[in-house]
Structures are given as C-alpha cells and as structure tokens.
C-alpha cells in the first residue's frame, strides 16, 4: 500500500492530538492541511509566516518526533505557505520555509520576506517578554442573562441574543448589531452572550474587545510592522465582540482592516457582534462597504426601560445586595429616574450608602434628597426626557402638551425645539428622538431639525428661545 502525504500527516495528527491540549491542537494543527510527500520529505500548508514562526518555536520537536515515527530518522518537514486573496491582493501568494533552518526552497510565486522573526505569539493581549498562547476573553463574568432582566424596551435584543449565543455564528443574526443610548444596557448584554457562549462551548474562542482599544493595537501593529500578524491574530476568533463600532468613524486604516476581519470569520462561520450608540442608517464616517456588512444580520435596537422594568431592575439590585426597601420608595426613585439604567443603578446604590454609612431610615424625603442630587450630578448625560422637561418648563405648558397631537403654533414649535435638542445633545437616532416626543417617526424629526436651523437665521426671537434653552441644558 503506497504512503501519501495526507495519510503521512493523519498519523503524525493522531500523535499530536495526544500530545497536548485540545484548544492548541484546534489552533495551531487543525488549519494545516499536508500537500505533497517527496522522498523523506512531508510538505504542510500553514495560513501564514506567523503560523510558521508560532509552529517553529514551540512545537518543532514534537514535529519531529511524530515525523520520524512515520518516515525514520531522516525524515525532513517543509512548509508551505500560502494565504488566501483575503486582504485584496491581486493574487495569492505563497512561499515554502524549511523546518528547524534548514535551507528553503526557492518559492515558486510571489516571493514575501519574512519581516518579524519574533517567535512570541502576536497577540495585542498578552504583555510584551511574557510568552502566553491562551486568548483570554476579557469578558466580565458579573454581566449575565440573569442579570439582564427583560422588559419590552430590550425583549427583541435580549431574545436575538440568547439565540446567538445558543447557536453561534449558525443564525441568521450574523452580525448581530445592538444599539441605544447611553447607558441602556448594551455592554452587559454583549457581555452576556460571550459569557453564556464559553459557558455552553467552552471550546470556542471567545474576545470582548472595545473599537477603541482595537484601533490602538492596529495602530501598534502598523508601527511595529506586525499588520499580518494582527489580523491573523483575530482570525483565530470564533466569537468577535467589538463594543462601541461607532469608534470607528473616520478611520479609514482601522475600517479598512476590520473589513478584512469580518469577512475572513463571517467567510467562515464565525459570529460576529457589535455594539453601538446608533443604527447604522445614522453612523457617520463610517465607510459604505461596512455599513452594508453591518446591515447583513440583525439590528436590534434597547429603548429606555420603562415603568415596570426600572422597578424590576431596582428590587433585582436590592434583592442582589440583601437590602430591604419599601415599595413606595423604589416606586419613587423608578418614577423619577427614566433616562437609564446606569443612572437608575446608580441612585438606589447612592441611596443605599446614605443609608448605611449616616445611619439614615430611608423614608421618601431622603429619597428625593438623594435622586435630587444625583440626577443634578449626572445632568451632563442630558437624556431625552430631561430635554422635554426643560422645553416645557420654558415654554410652561406640560410634557404631555408636548408630546400631543395639537397643532397649536406654540406647541408645535416646543416640541420642534426638544426634537432639535435631542438631536445635538443626545446620541439617540432619529426613530428614538421621534418615539419618545410623542410617537412621531424619523421624518418628522428630521424635518423639525430643519425648521429650527431655518428660523434661527431668520427670526429673532426664536433665536433667543433656541440661545436660552441651549444655556438651560449646558448647565
């Protein structure tokens, strides 16, 4: 029976396989594919000069066992190296590398030099001189499914999520896209997924990272001329999280780059989730090719919790620390802070230590003591309803008023004015701006925007109702 390369190389495999643990062998020995056998001499296809370099310093000598139980002891391996048109390269490009130094083959397409010869795993992770092949997730394990309790402002992303994280990279929510406002909620439940996944696939590479602090290791890698390496890196991902994407507005390198990422691991079946402030119909700078890409999955978009899951989430914190609070308390504070759930968390924690540490029943007056103060400390996140407050008080008619269908000049030009305002100080999209004041729809608020810039310049006095607000909000 004749010896083939891939018979050859199943055997090494079989060796190997028992030999060290399992995420190294799905790493570094399931990618490599055997290509040819020439007397004594195995050739095997790697996806890249990293992967190489990465095979060469830590598991030539179990390479060389296994091959020489297969073909004797004068058994010789070769590499071949070839990555795919994935980074838009006219043609793919290949080049053949000795094992353990010896003498190359001359390559028989496009020769690429090896540019960085240090052994060390690439991976923007792992503090430089400390030698650590484990991708570690950097997700929180303290942001769970249980504690991401489910109202109807979140039930559709929350619902979306736990199906990605049941079968990932295997729906058809592949991107899965979360967005909203400031502090609703889509950092924990990007967190929840990943955490729910390496739960139920403890084999999965799974890697929190923010768009910022993705943009900063490129950068790195351009600097130290580690481009390759960086993406080959992310490659390796099965389950991408990248928090924040609207980061990447404006960055044409890191766009360019990510672009090339996604496609590699939605290529490949690998799941892909993103966090934003905004859809991607309002992303500015962001370069057209991705925002299609964006646009493949599902987005799905966290509102402000409403009246009945703000109490839920304030008795699950209470319930959390073993504090017990009276219902007509939580009732205020859930009444009273609408904007978010980090601003909501943060009151009922305020409202806990003032509590504990002065030795404080808490009644309602200290309640109102404390939301008092910390909706003041945290007026610069200027939410929606807070603008509708301002606008209403200014032009003293009621929220309701506002947010109604009358056709009144004055109203009319209110609820313009806190379209307009939501639009510059908030980072909500158009469709939320416009299902807060009053269940209007993108358009509307989109034409209220235009009204207001075009009575500024031509009304004086309107002027001053936009200058005087602008004062009231900036404080």
């Known amino acids: 029976m004749s010896t083939t390369a891939q018979s050859v190389w199943e055997n090494c495999l079989s060796f190997i396989k028992d030999n060290i643990q399992d995420q190294a062998y799905k790493t570094w020995f399931e990618p490599i594919r055997a290509v040819e056998l020439t007397d004594n001499a195995l050739y ?36 071949k190296i070839k990555m795919e048109n994935k980074l838009g390269n006219k043609l793919p490009f290949t080049e053949q590398l000795p094992s353990n130094n010896r003498p190359a083959v001359k390559p028989q397409e496009i020769d690429v030099p090896i540019q960085n010869k240090n052994p060390e795993l690439k991976n923007p992770f792992v503090i430089p001189g400390i030698r650590n ?64 996944i390496k739960e139920k696939f403890p084999e999965k590479t799974v890697l929190y990272i923010s768009a910022e602090v993705f943009t900063q290791q490129y950068i790195d890698s351009v600097k130290k001329n580690t481009r390759n390496d960086f993406i080959h890196f992310y490659q390796l991902i099965d389950v991408l999280i990248i928090d924040d994407v609207q980061f990447l507005s404006g960055k044409a390198g890191t766009q360019d780059v990510f672009f090339h990422i996604f496609n590699y691991l939605h290529q490949n079946g690998k799941q892909v989730i993103l966090t934003s402030d905004k859809a ?65 968390e943060g009151a009922i924690i305020s409202l806990i230590a003032q509590s504990s540490f002065n030795h404080r029943e808490v009644t309602i007056e200290l309640a109102k003591q404390v939301v008092e103060k910390f909706v003041k400390n945290v ?51 158009l469709a939320n701006i416009g299902s807060q004041i009053g269940s209007r729809d993108h358009a509307t608020v989109l034409h209220a925007c235009k009204t207001v810039d075009n009575l500024v310049s031509t009304d004086k006095q309107f002027k001053k109702y936009v200058d005087d607000i602008h004062k009231k909000l900036s404080l």
């Open 44 to 79: 095997i296809q790697v996806p890249s000069k990293f992967f190489y370099e990465w095979l060469e310093e830590h598991y030539v000598k179990l390479l060389k066992v296994a091959l020489t139980k297969e073909l004797g002891p004068n058994a010789k391996l070769l590499y």
């Open 133 to 196: 092949v484990k991708i570690e997730s950097q997700l929180n394990s303290n942001y769970s499914f249980d504690n991401f309790l489910e109202g109807d402002s979140n039930r559709l992303a929350r619902s979306a999520g736990m199906a990605v994280a049941n079968k990932p990279g295997g729906t058809s929510f592949n991107p899965f896209l979360i967005f909203g406002g400031v502090g609703l909620g889509k950092t924990h439940l990007a967190h929840a997924i990943g955490v729910e």
């Open 280 to 344: 991607p119909v309002d992303m500015q700078d962001i370069e057209q090719r991705l925002l299609s890409r964006f646009k493949w999955g599902l987005s799905a978009e966290i509102h402000q919790p409403d009246y009945e899951t703000r109490v839920s989430i304030l008795k699950n914190i209470l319930y959390r620390d073993g504090v017990q609070m009276p219902d007509d308390i939580i009732e205020y504070v859930a009444k009273n802070i609408k904007s978010n759930v980090r601003e909501l």
């Open 379 to 429: 007026k610069r996140e200027v939410s929606i309803d807070y603008i509708q407050k301002i606008v209403s008080d200014y032009f003293q008619i009621d929220v309701e008023t506002l947010q109604s269908k009358t056709r009144k000049r004055d109203v009319v030009q209110a609820r313009q004015l806190a379209m307009f305002f939501a639009k510059k100080f908030t980072k909500a999209s």
